[in-house]
T-cell receptor
Framework: EAQVTQNPRYLITVTGKKLTVTCSQNMNHEYMSWYRQDPGLGLRQIYYSMNVEVTDKGDVPEGYKVSRKEKRNFPLILESPSPNQTSLYFC?????????????FGPGTRLTVL | KQEVTQIPAALSVPEGENLVLNCSFTDSAIYNLQWFRQDPGKGLTSLLLIQSSQREQTSGRLNASLDKSSGRSTLYIAASQPGDSATYLCAVRGGSEKLVFGKGTKLTVNP
């Protein structure tokens, strides 16, 4: 089954404790992206990757890191989480550069930083 | 900078009613526009994707239209059902792969 998986689905942590949210897709997509969703602000892009070893900042990259060492995986790293990073995070993937291609979204990771 | 607006923010209708959700965007230079459905605590499910060269797309009881020149799209839901209750998100893709989302319309269909 074609899917985007994220782990963990729920995470409660404390300020400053490094964490990683994993994202994996099984569709051989070149493009992967992270979004965060906040009430009243909607979905905003954090980082994206056009292919292996190619990553770039989205609209709200501060406080986040990503890596793309393999095509299928795109982990989101919070080196020193802060309470303002409490949010619902989504990973997405798609083929590149085709107007007909939809983006597939993972189920989301709800992160709470105390 | 592309901005996407969805009106209304919330909508409550009785079962069986036909309804229209609205989406507007500020930059008409788009590749495509997508409508997504989001259930509480869940991810996003793509409903319809309209390419910039198309005027509309249909899937079952759903019909999405696109008027690129005016920067508008509508999602028409026929014969609404309680199972249609969800938040509906509109997203446009411009020159990059990035999707710019509206804030959504929360739909409640009452039995």
């Amino acid at each position: 089954e074609a899917q985007v998986t994220q782990n963990p689905r729920y995470l409660i942590t404390v300020t400053g404790k490094k964490l990683t949210v994993t994202c994996s897709q099984n569709m051989n997509h070149e493009y992967m992206s992270w979004y965060r969703q906040d009430p009243g602000l909607g979905l905003r892009q954090i980082y994206y990757s056009m292919n292996v070893e190619v990553t770039d900042k989205g609209d709200v990259p501060e406080g986040y890191k990503v890596s793309r060492k393999e095509k299928r995986n795109f982990p989101l790293i919070l080196e020193s989480p802060s309470p303002n990073q409490t949010s619902l995070y989504f990973c997405a993937s798609s083929y590149l550069a085709e107007p007909t291609d939809t983006q597939y979204f993972g189920p989301g990771t709800r992160l709470t930083v105390l | 900078k592309q901005e996407v607006t969805q009106i209304p923010a919330a909508l409550s209708v009785p079962e069986g009613e036909n309804l229209v959700l609205n989406c507007s965007f500020t930059d008409s230079a788009i590749y495509n526009l997508q409508w997504f459905r989001q259930d509480p605590g869940k991810g996003l499910t793509s409903l319809l994707l309209i390419q910039s060269s198309q005027r509309e797309q249909t899937s079952g009881r759903l019909n999405a239209s696109l008027d690129k020149s005016s920067g508008r799209s509508t999602l028409y839901i026929a014969a609404s059902q309680p199972g249609d209750s969800a938040t509906y998100l509109c997203a446009v893709r411009g020159g990059s792969e990035k999707l710019v989302f509206g804030k959504g319309t929360k739909l409640t269909v009452n039995p």
